[in-house]
């Protein structure tokens, strides 16, 4: 049926209250003025320029960068092999890893975060680059397995077999036939996990250090103290980072699939 | 076998990362804080007891999942005609509207709430409108209080919201309310008897993941509460960082993750009632 017009006027109402956070955020960050007011005084791209020379939020982004692509590398090395493993082979136990291996995203990350703390903390781990990869890889690494595991499981298994029967073996088959097949999936896996780790927060928050820290965490505590328009400079930076990264997901296996969790 | 043995490096990474800290937490909250602040070896249920026995952790409960129940029903109640306006959608649409439903998720939370602060706070976007329009003289107060992190927390839902309706109202038959119609009862009337009673499983299940995710979100009470409001997870963070009580911070997470575990369950047998199927 067509939707009724009350149907779309209650629709648009959720859909602003979606998007009025990231249209404020668009208009204040070129905002002339000193202060997050409405409306800005003029317009002006000062506060990018300033969001350019902050040395603290421009360190933090160089460690989040590196981190991300290191945390989005390992979880697909590690989360590959056992997302075939779910999507594609009969063994005893396959519903108990995939439940395993999806348990880490059913825990608040704060709880997560805390108990990274405390067993890294007296090892000397806290606030360096080992405990960071690890805190990051605990929500990486079940995420990277549920979308390859959609996306291996998109490939015909008839292409798997037909090599089989031209006498490929069952690893060669899978290297050669489903992997190059699955890698729209893998590469929106890696893009997303890349968005996973370089968004996460709260598990950084406990594991940052005042010599190691991360975008997000230094974005947390600028906008806990002082709320100028620096911050919606660098909160608009950030959105469209992220629209353009779901842009690229959507053109590779579509976004809502890559979320859902079939 | 193979199958274990593929997935072998990703359960090592699991195990080091979640369960030995999972089992240092549990071990840690049944260690004794002494009164110099000094954490000592032991195996007392003594933060246990000092919590439960506190006024103010039961505050903190009370507040913490009224809190996550209301946004959680708000946020339903603002995705249910997002999730239908993408089921009635033509093809041509319904990906792009979906994809405007859930693409929240993605944005950073700080982000997100940088946003709100500019359309809640005393200059901000709502006030500076009212007060133009004459309606209020002095600016309704939105940020560092509660109504900024309900209002917050409900933004932040929704997304999961919206994720869940569309999974659930996908299963629905749309002939059943074409017949509703060809039966003589008007849109609101179809909605009421026919949609609704169908999609209630779906929305219990949406509520449920909500407040799930409310009970245990932490940015969003810490940002908009500017420091007045208290919940389990700022509470749980002072404790570990501030006070730098870890057998506290530890009792007061594992008794987070027993109240979740219970919510789930419940979540689990509400998914085994009859009806689901529909």
Redesign the interface.
């Known amino acids: 049926?067509?939707?009724?017009w009350?149907?779309?006027v209650?629709?648009a109402?959720?859909?602003a209250?979606?998007?009025?956070?990231?249209?404020?955020?668009l208009v204040?960050s070129f905002s002339a003025g000193e202060?997050?007011?409405?409306?800005p005084p003029g317009f002006s791209t000062r506060w990018y320029v300033a969001l350019a020379s902050n040395g603290v939020l421009m360190s933090a982004l160089g460690t989040s960068a590196i981190l991300a692509s290191v945390v989005a590398a390992?979880a697909l090395?590690?989360?590959g092999?056992?997302a075939?493993?779910?999507a594609r082979?009969e063994?005893p136990?396959?519903g108990v890893?995939a439940a395993?291996?999806a348990?880490?995203l059913?825990?608040?990350?704060?709880?997560?975060g805390?108990?990274?703390?405390?067993?890294l903390q007296p090892l000397g781990l806290a606030a360096t680059w080992p405990g960071l990869v690890?805190?990051h890889?605990?929500v990486a690494?079940p995420f990277a397995?549920r979308i390859m595991t959609t996306a291996f499981a998109a490939v015909p298994k008839e292409l798997e077999a037909a090599a089989w029967t031209l006498g490929a073996t069952p690893l060669r088959a899978a290297l050669r036939i489903t992997l190059p097949n699955a890698a729209p999936g893998a590469i929106a896996a890696g893009v997303?996990t890349f968005?996973v780790s370089f968004?996460e927060?709260?598990i950084s928050?406990?594991l940052v250090g005042p010599r190691l820290s991360t975008l997000?965490v230094e974005?947390?505590r600028y906008?806990?103290q002082s709320?100028d328009p620096l911050?919606?400079a660098?909160?608009?930076s950030?959105?469209a980072f992220?629209?353009l990264?779901?842009l690229i997901v959507?053109r590779l296996m579509?976004?809502?699939n890559a979320?859902?969790?079939? | 076998m193979i199958g274990w043995l593929l997935a072998l490096p990703a359960l090592c990474i699991l195990g080091i990362a979640f369960l030995w800290p999972l089992a240092a937490l549990f071990r840690i909250s049944l260690n004794r804080t002494l009164d110099s602040g000094a954490m000592e070896v032991a195996v007392t249920g003594e933060s246990y007891a000092k919590l439960l026995g506190d006024d103010f952790t039961w505050q903190l409960v009370w507040d913490t999942v009224t809190l996550a129940a209301s946004a959680s029903a708000m946020a339903v109640l603002l995705a249910l005609p997002v999730a239908l306006l993408v089921r009635a959608a033509s093809p041509r649409w319904r990906g792009v509207l979906a994809l405007m439903g859930i693409a929240p998720l993605l944005i950073s939370g700080t982000a997100r709430l940088v946003g709100w602060m500019a359309i809640l706070g005393d200059q901000g976007l709502i006030n500076v409108v009212l007060q133009g329009m004459g309606v209020i003289g002095e600016p309704l107060r939105m940020i560092n209080n509660w109504t900024g992190v309900r209002i917050g927390l409900v933004e932040s839902l929704m997304p999961y919201a919206v994720l869940v309706l569309l999974a659930g109202l996908g299963r629905l038959d749309g002939r059943l309310e074409e017949a509703a119609a060809t039966l003589g009862a008007n849109r609101v009337r179809t909605f009421f008897r026919v949609t609704l009673p169908l999609a209630a499983p779906a929305l219990l299940a949406a509520w449920l993941l909500d407040v799930v995710l409310g009970i245990s979100a932490f940015i969003t009470p810490k940002l908009m509460g500017g420091g007045r409001v208290f919940v389990l997870a700022t509470e749980i963070y002072d404790l570990a960082l501030e006070s730098v009580n870890w057998p506290a911070a530890a009792a007061l997470a594992m008794l987070l993750l027993a109240g979740l575990l219970a919510l789930l369950l419940l979540r689990g047998v509400f998914s085994w009632l009859p009806g689901r199927r529909a």
């Open positions: 049926m067509k939707p009724t009350m149907l779309r209650f629709a109402i959720g859909y209250v979606l998007m009025a956070p990231a249209a404020l955020v204040l202060y997050l007011t409405f409306p390992v090395l590690a989360g092999p056992a075939y493993a779910i082979l063994f136990g396959r890893l395993l291996l348990a880490p059913l825990l608040p990350t704060l709880v997560l805390l108990a990274l703390l405390l067993v690890l805190g890889c605990l690494i397995v997303l968005l968004d927060t709260v928050l406990f997000p974005m947390f906008a806990d709320a911050i919606a660098l909160a608009m950030l959105i992220a629209f990264m779901v959507e579509g976004f809502s979320m859902g969790r079939n």
